[in-house]
């Protein structure tokens, strides 16, 4: 069976990894390329790699750190944080890249998602969309949840499908940081209304939390920063948990 | 050891060139024709579509070179369909080495497309497996599949029990990607380092 996915997300800041809390009061975690090789010694089945200052401070290409990852990893990654162009991200795939996300660019210029997906295939093409929910409706947000938006997220996410993408990264800002569980209403109905893998991202604090994603919330793969990087939770053990609960982990 | 990894300027060759050197292999990427003779070992890499691909292969003459080749050869995901005779992907004559047809994934229960993430392979045959890897997960992203035939050496079920993996004389292939499975992977391809 199709195994549920459990994904490490790094974030980075001047090539260190950090991890806010509401996208705040950044804290450090470690050298990426280490942590990642560290993760995958440990269980993860993919990692995504996310340069959340990339937007702010428009650096164009994570290619040097792509290339270093590719070296060391022998799990498919996701690199994002920036990327503008199909020009980014043919950097990126020379480099080794798995798969790029991509976020406020493609709310900017929808175009890019079929743009990418025609170039590189759409297996290649994660849209991550930021999310809150603003008087009973969930609304996309830019630039790690500083510029506020009128796309809803519903409709946003089956433009991004139907444009090419091959993934959504859905992290619900009311959810991320909190560790009271993921954003389940949302990803189920996104899971059930899209026909590409959705991975849950935002709220991760405990296993029963997986183990409710991946169930009510429907999520083909879960997503987590901080419990795991400081080894609030183990990824052989949240696994074995899962397993133990009927989901089908690759152990 | 000389192995040829062949450069189509469209796959992920990246990877498989990183994961070589990781095995302390001396792999070179080459579109070259001689190059890719004269190479040990030869392998056919791949992410994109089908069409495209074809048409890059014929234009680089790599379709007369390929089904000639006498030493092992290994194709990865699209590598491995290209093998093939026949892709519904944009209706695409392929290499014909391997005589099955690679058709579209029909979800009939809600499964997605692409089939992307681990999953197990199993009733494994052939020298790039070994017991020990029966029921291991490997990683796999593709829309379209390898039905099962005389020449499968590996299953995985999604949607159906399709071909992970075909031999056909010196020509293996997988549909996953050994070069992304974790050690799995890397011992899959050490057999195949090994043949």
Known sequence: MLAKRIIPCLDIKDGRTVKGVNFVNLRDAGDPVELGKLYSEKGADELVFLDITATHEKRKTLASLAKNIAKNLNIPFTIGGGIRSVEDVDVLLQSGADKISINSAAVRNPDLIGDLAKAFGSQFVVVAVDAKLIDGEWMVFLSGGRVKTEVRLFDWVKECQERGAGEILFTSMDHDGTKAGFANDPLAKISTELSIPIIASGGAGTMEHFYETFTEGKADAGLAASIFHFREMEIMDLKKYLSEKGVSVRR | ?195
Not at chain 2, 7 to 14: I, K, L, T
Not at chain 2, 32 to 59: L, R, S, Y
Not at chain 2, 115 to 144: C, I, P, R
Not at chain 2, 171 to 191: D, M, R, V, W
């Open chain 2, 1 to 195: 050891m000389n192995v040829a990894i062949i450069d189509y300027n469209a796959g992920n060759v990246q990877s498989v060139l990183f994961t070589m050197e990781r095995l302390g292999i001396q792999a070179t990427l080459t579109a070259d024709h001689e190059q890719i003779q004269q190479a040990d070992k030869v392998i056919f890499p791949g992410v994109g579509e089908a069409n495209t691909t074809m048409n890059f292969i014929k234009e680089r003459g790599l379709d007369k070179v390929i089904p000639a080749l006498k030493q092992p050869v290994l194709g990865i995901c699209l590598g491995m369909q290209l093998l093939c005779e026949y892709s519904e992907e944009n209706d695409t004559d392929c290499l014909g080495i391997i005589p099955q047809k690679v058709l579209r994934f029909q979800p009939a229960n809600g499964e997605k497309v692409p089939h992307m993430g681990w999953n197990q392979v199993y009733h494994l045959q052939g020298a790039l497996f070994d017991e020990s890897l029966e029921k291991k997960y490997t990683y796999f992203v593709h829309s379209y599949y390898v039905e099962k035939g005389d020449f499968t050496t590996a299953l995985c079920d999604y949607v159906l029990p399709f071909s992970a993996a075909l031999q056909k004389d010196n020509f293996y292939a997988t549909q996953f990607h050994p070069e992304k499975s974790g050690c799995i992977g890397e011992a899959i391809l050490k057999n195949f380092l090994k043949l």
